[in-house]
């Protein structure tokens, strides 16, 4: 299908398996073919279902072959930022970044949950730090990067998630600031141009090069 199949179903590429599945059966129930017997729309309905469908299998194909959609035409290997990188050539936790990869969340945490404290090292920050800022908490995402690179200072992954969520919680602080306010500032600019990059940076990107 031409068109990104999260966007379809309404939902991020970050979403969870579950979160995945619930918007696909409101879709479905919204848009069942009972519901629209003996109407005008029933043609409509009918093809926004099979749109749906397939939106859902192929988000399933996606995520059973630890790839992500591509804008340009596509799947390509990837993660929310590409922490997956060539570069890192050894892991304690293929596991964990697999289930991370995939959003299989939960999994993934059952199984940093599972590791004593005396033998968690820096890695096992650094992932749990991503699954932290796929769930969208972002301070805690922080202290758990800022550790990781406590830990391992030159490790370029540790550091690149560091910022990346440093710039995330920078923009958020600013937004919040602005709704007690009105208009447009300079630091309303920068702010807006902080979250791009971030989000380019979480797509393998980078959209301000001196970040």
């Known amino acids: 299908m031409n068109k990104n199949p999260y966007s379809v179903l309404g939902v991020s590429e970050n979403a969870t398996d579950a979160e995945i599945k619930k918007a696909y059966r ?13 109407s005008p729309l029933a043609d409509v309905a009918s093809e926004k279902m099979k749109e749906v469908n397939e939106a859902y299998d192929e988000i399933q ?23 997956a990188n060539a570069a890192y050539t050894h892991t304690n936790y293929p596991d964990v970044r697999n289930y991370i990869q995939n959003g299989r969340l939960d999994d993934a945490q059952t199984i940093l949950n599972g590791v004593p404290a005396e033998k968690r090292d ?17 301070d805690r995402a922080f202290n758990n990067f800022k550790t990781a690179c406590d830990m391992e200072p030159q490790n370029n992954e540790f550091r690149q998630a560091f910022n990346m969520c440093n710039r995330q919680r920078a923009y958020s602080n600013q937004q919040s600031t602005r ?12 702010s807006g141009l902080l979250c791009a990059d ?14």
């Open 61 to 83: 194909k996606l995520r059973r072959e630890g790839k992500r959609y591509n804008a340009y035409g596509g799947a390509n290997y990837g993660n929310t930022y590409s922490y």
């Open 198 to 211: 971030c989000c380019c940076e979480c797509m393998g990107g980078d959209c301000i090069r001196c970040c």
């Open 122 to 138: 820096a890695e096992w920050y650094f992932l749990s730090g991503m699954i932290d800022y796929r769930r969208g908490w972002t």
């Open 26 to 38: 409101e879709l479905a129930k919204k848009y069942h073919p009972d519901n629209y017997q003996d």
């Open 179 to 190: 709704t007690q306010g009105n208009g447009c500032s300079t630091c309303d600019i920068c």
